[in-house]
């Protein structure tokens, strides 16, 4: 295997992508540790194991979608040529083979079957969302597919050092369901992009006296009015989720501050662009969610370091991680004029 394939099968893998976990995991485990003693065994095969699934759902993401992403993501390795798509194939059993074994020997150290549960809906929810006979991202469900996608790996990293769901005031749980709600808004989001893809290449019309707002989504089957009500509902609503845990003692002041203050402001930028155009701000609308989303993981993160190292540090420890996020982006994504925000064709 040559260093250009290896180089391709790690693009395959979309590790800016997969980069946007290790916060919400690191906040997770150290706020259910809560003082306490960590046994690193279990933490660091919990954490190679979700890092290992979310690259195998991305993986599998690029494969299945080889022929479509001529149109929606022509950075795909398939696409392009760097990557044969056989090649990609045997890569990809081999990630789940891997990620089997790695399984196995969580359970081994841990014996902790919720945990393990858990790990194995993980999997599930990953491989569901693009791999036939399932593939998820093409129905209705598609948005309770990404609500499960950060859900159940940070609940994950919880339960590998506090075996209680309920501990803390039921935290995980609440903190959970802000991150259900806020990715199903995300998964209504790509969907605008597709569609905005699908419009400029005339794959997708709008009807004859008809509008924009009546074009059903790509792969939702919503129409654009519809998916936008939903859209904001569901990420606005996990917002507003925040003061009332705040005032059920499940937040504290600093979460729930940082949370309103960094993630609540971006995502209300994203809303408010797409009231003012659903589709053509599609692909500026989908960063602006994703910067939320970054945002809500490293307040997670912020927060729960500052209880083992000074406030300064921990924002230190946060730029640091979005100057990784700039490399890894690029290399799915190179900047310039085929930048994220400007349609994504082939030339």
């Known amino acids: 295997m040559n260093i250009r394939t290896l180089k391709a099968l790690w693009k395959a893998n979309i590790p800016p992508m997969v980069w946007l976990c290790p916060p919400l995991l690191i906040g997770a485990i150290i706020l259910g540790l809560d003082g306490g003693a960590p046994e690193w065994a279990p933490i660091a095969l919990l954490l190679v194991t979700i890092t290992l699934l979310m690259a195998i759902l991305e993986f599998a993401n690029v494969y299945t979608d080889r022929d479509e992403d001529r149109l929606y993501f022509p950075n795909n390795p398939i696409v392009t040529g760097e990557l044969d798509a056989g090649k990609a194939r045997k890569a990809l059993i081999l990630e789940n083979i891997v990620a089997g074994v790695f399984l196995v020997a969580l359970l081994l150290v841990t014996l902790n079957y919720s945990l393990i549960i858990v790990v194995i ?23 309770f597919n990404h609500g499960f996608l950060y859900a159940l790996p940070t609940i994950a990293a919880w339960l590998v050092v506090e075996p209680s769901l309920t501990a803390g005031n039921g935290f995980i749980i609440a903190f959970a369901s802000l991150l259900f709600l806020f990715s199903f808004g995300y998964g209504i989001s790509v969907k605008f992009r597709k569609t905005f893809h699908a419009l400029n290449s005339g794959l997708i019309q709008v009807e004859q006296g008809g509008s924009v707002y009546d074009v059903r989504t790509v792969g939702l089957g919503l129409k654009v009015k519809t998916a936008m009500v939903l859209e904001a509902v569901t990420i606005l609503g996990a917002f507003v989720l925040v003061p009332i845990f705040w005032h059920l003692g499940i937040f504290d002041a600093a979460l729930s501050i940082g949370l309103l203050a960094a993630a609540f402001p971006t995502a209300v930028f994203a809303i408010a662009m797409r009231v003012k155009d659903p589709v053509k701000n599609a692909p500026k609308c989908l960063v602006f969610t994703i910067m939320a989303g970054v945002d809500i993981g490293l307040v997670l993160f912020g927060v729960a370091v500052t209880s083992y190292i000074h406030w300064g540090f921990a924002v230190l420890a946060c730029i640091v991680y979005l100057i990784v996020f700039i490399p890894l982006f690029r290399t799915i994504e190179p900047f310039g004029r085929m930048s994220v925000t400007t349609p994504w064709r082939e030339i």
């Open 121 to 143: 809906g993980c999997w599930f929810v990953n491989l569901a969302y693009s791999v036939p006979p399932l593939r998820l991202k093409e129905t209705v469900a598609d948005p």
